[in-house]
Each structure stands twice: as structure tokens, then as C-alpha cells.
């Protein structure tokens, strides 16, 4: 029984899930963390939130560890004569390292950090992918700092007007579609980024993702400003006798994902061919083939037959810039810009794009104006000169019906001035 | 209400530690808030800073984006950075008697 009474948070524990709330119950009987009464409080002001349908949690403070403007968020509880034990509750961000790979000792150390000098609770992992430690003083903060930095030679992450911390897929850890070391870059851009990482100055904040692949396990192209995604140049590698291998049932299809049930027989037309969104491929009952201009690589046919295609050898990434989630205009997804890049280290081509893009966007952009909204504020076009690029029909989904691309009066012959009605002699409506 | 005790001299401050009471602030006030804020002595670079921040603040009620900051002082955000170890926001506007700066700088 811990010391408030949760009638309706204990009702989280119920079911076959897993529940955050038996996992807060745990950290309070364990009860090994700095802040003693921090859980067991947690629990009571999140029970009277939810009675009285409003939170409890003042608005966002500030503080932070010296020569960091980010990092920590700033967390006051509403009722501190109530429960005194998240008073103070501050968040930190913690960079997590590439792909997310630990030891458990790693982990064991993390933990055991945050119980020496915090509520003991962490988020693995927040949304932008940092290791989260819930809750401490501001007396504490310097203290995590000092030892997380000097005994586990861990970095915080971002927050605020910063760069966020950048996070990668798997990659080529272990993952056979990655096009690119996407571990690799991260780090990379991570390193060359640290001063905004670390100190905002930004418009609003700006994010890095790296995905190996266009199945997008970072969602790259939904949440980061500029999204960075493998794909290939040349055509996807077929292996015939895998495919036939496929087609006779000896190979399970999408890797066995479908065990458990009896989805029938593999049908190679149904479930490729025809789900291929550009229709560019075909079964003649021997030998599948895929007109490689038209693919798009949406990545389905390979998902289904990894054994038999692969993605080709010319590898590299493309480059999207303005995904971000609602905020003043509805959510957006990044938009094409560089169709293929190559990835290899020191990326300088990647750095050079980046350095462009917040130039424009530090001198242009309003206060909590994400780069997605400036572009549609200034249009694609407008982008597009800053980039120094030109317009190609990859940048737009249907290049004949959505052509948001506009001649300029220098580009047009006789510019704005032409006599129209000497045009319409010559060609009518 | 919390308090901050500097050099025996009580002031009323929020929980982040910026000055209640704005009509409090001077220059004397100023030097004891940077005491806190890790700054051991302040230097004419860091004048500098705090008027311009003040001036802003007293000019248009917000404190002013840290890219206008570094291009009206001259100043790199790293140099910002040495003269205030906390930051623009927590560092400079504190020191400067500003509010809680929110999330402009
Ligand atoms: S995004 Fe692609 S390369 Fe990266 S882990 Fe996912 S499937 Fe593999
Ligand atoms: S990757 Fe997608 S678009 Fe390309 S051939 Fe396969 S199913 Fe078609």
C-alpha cells in the first residue's frame, strides 16, 4: 500500500500489459532512489489530476548545469505541501548513444546514477529518442552532470531551441536494407553539432533523423526537419531461384512475420506484384521483373521477399527537409529535396546543405517557427533559391497535376508584358 | 515564496531564482545575482550584455531572441557563454533583474 490511495491509476494495472503504474509502485518499495517520496508522490498528484481533470504541473521552469543552455527541463508541482516528493521534478535528457545500443552494465550504471541523485524513474526512450531521467532537484542537477559526464562518459541530449539530439535506425548494425552507415552519420553530425546541440539559438528546435532505408524505423520523414533516408540508384537485385523459391513455398514470406496463422498459399501476384504502388513489376509464372525507372522504392516487395531482392549497390540517401508535428498549421511531412546523395564520412555534402538551411532559417524564421512552416510561409520556391537548386519533377508527388513550382518574371521570354491578345490570336483557350 | 540569500542581503525570487520585484534591481542587485549564477566578478563585456538585455526587456516587455542578442553585442554565443556559464536565458536575463524568460532566449 503505498502512501496515497490510487483507486484510479490502479485500475492501469489491470489487464495482461504492462503498466507504468506497477512500474512507479516497484521504484517506491525498492525505495532506494535520492528523492525517497518522489514515486509514491508521482502517483498521488498524477491520481488528483486525474480528478480533477487538469494537471498539476506548473508551467515549464528554467534550469540547467553551466555551460548548457539545454538539456534540462524544468518541472514545479502545483501542490508542494501535498507531495513534497516531486516539489521539484526536472527532467534531463540524456544522449542516447547510436541505435540504442547498451551493455547491461551500461544500463546498471545509468540506473543506478539516477537513484543516487534522483527519483530513480527514467523514460526509455523519450519521442526524439534521449534516454529520459524523470525528476530531480535543481540542487542535484550539477551533481548528475558531473558524474555522468566524468564516470560514464555520457553527454546530455537537446532541448529547447536547439538541435535535438540526432538518433539513427539500426542501420548496418544489423539490418541488410541499410543504404548507409546511418550510426555513422549520426555520430558524425552529433560531434560536428555540439554548440547547437547544447546552446539554443535557434528559432524553434531542429531535428536530425537517420533512417537506413525507406522503412523509415526512425520515422524520419514524419518527425524530423531535415530527414535523411537510404535508397539506391541503380536497380534492386533480383535472385530468380529465390523468387521461385518463394513462389513454391519452400521460403516463408516477410521473413516468417506471418507465423501463427493460416494466411494460405503465397500468392506472388496478389501480394507483390499488385500491391506495387507504381505498378512496375511483373510475374510471367518464371521471372518476376520490375521496371527499375518507375520503382519508388517503397521498400514493399523487398519487405515481403528478402531473400530474393535486395536493394542495388549504388547506395546513398536522399534528403527531405519540414516534417513537424501540429503546432500552428496541421502535421507535415518532409519534403523531397535532394534526391540522392552520397553518405560517405566526413559528410561534408550533408554538412553543407545543413549550414544553408539554418542560415536562411536563423535569419527568416519567427520566434517557434519550425523550418517545415517557414518554407510554406516563403514557399518551396524561395527554398529552393536558398539551396541553390532547381526545381525537379522528383520534388513533386504528381509532377503534372501539383507543379507548385512558378516561373519567376526573368525566366519568362518577353516576361510579364507580353500582348495578350496577340497571344490568343495565335492560340485560343 | 522563495528567497535567495546573497551576502546577507534577502531577496524574494521565483523558484528558478529571478527577482520577484523588478523595481528592486540595480547594479548592486546585479553583482550579488551573478554571485549565484557563477560569475565572480563582473567585467565591462558583461555590462554590456545586461543593459543590453535590460534595455530590450524595459523597451519591448519580452527579452530579446539570442541570435538579435549576439548580433546587437557583437558578441558569439560562445563568448556569451563564457561570460555567463548558464546561458543567455538562465544567466544573463537573471542577473539582468529580468522575469523568467519564456522560452525566447
Ligand atoms: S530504416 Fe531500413 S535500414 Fe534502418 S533498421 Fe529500418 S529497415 Fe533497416
Ligand atoms: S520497391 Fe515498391 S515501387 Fe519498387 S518495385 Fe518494389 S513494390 Fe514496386
Known sequence: MGKHKTPMLDELEKGPWPSFVSDIKQQAEKGKQALKDAPDDLLGVMELSYKDKVTHWKHGGIVGVFGYGGGVIGRYCDQPEKFPGVAHFHTMRVNQPASKFYSTKFLRDLCNLWERYGSGLTNMHGSTGDIIFLGTTTDNLERVFYDMTHELNQDLGGSGSNLRTPSCCVGLARCEWACYDTEEACHELTMEYQDELHRPAFPYKFKFKFDGCPNGCVAAIARADMSVIGTWKDDIRIDQAAVKAYVGGEIKPNGGAHAGKDWGKFDIVEEVVRLCPTGCMSW?????????????????????????????????????????????????????????????????????????????????????ERLGELIQRESFQKFLEIMELSPDPRMVSEPRSNPYIFWKEEEVEGGWTRDIKDFRAKHQR | MPTLEIEGRTFEVDED???????LWNEE??????????????????????????????????????RKLCKDTGFKLKKIYDLFPSGPAKGACKVAGLPKPTGCV
Open chain 1, 284 to 368: 510471367d509464372g518464371s521471372t518476376l521483373k520490375i521496371n527499375n525507372r518507375e520503382c519508388t522504392r517503397c521498400m514493399h516487395c523487398l519487405n515481403v521477399m528478402p531473400r530474393a531482392l535486395r536493394p542495388g549497390t549504388e547506395t546513398g540517401a536522399s534528403i527531405l527537409f519540414g516534417a513537424k508535428a501540429p503546432i500552428l498549421e496541421g502535421a507535415q511531412l518532409s519534403t523531397l529535396t535532394i534526391p540522392f546523395i552520397r553518405m560517405e564520412p566526413p559528410f561534408e555534402e550533408l554538412k553543407e546543405l545543413v549550414n544553408k538551411v539554418w542560415d536562411w532559417w536563423m535569419e527568416e524564421g519567427k520566434n517557434r
Open chain 2, 29 to 66: 542587485v546585479a553583482r550579488l545575482f551573478a554571485k549565484s549564477e557563477g560569475i565572480a566578478e563582473m567585467t565591462e563585456e558583461h555590462w554590456k550584455v545586461v543593459n543590453y538585455v535590460r534595455n530590450y526587456y524595459l523597451e519591448f516587455n519580452i527579452a530579446p531572441m539570442v
Open chain 2, 17 to 23: 531564482g529571478f527577482l520577484q520585484d523588478p523595481a
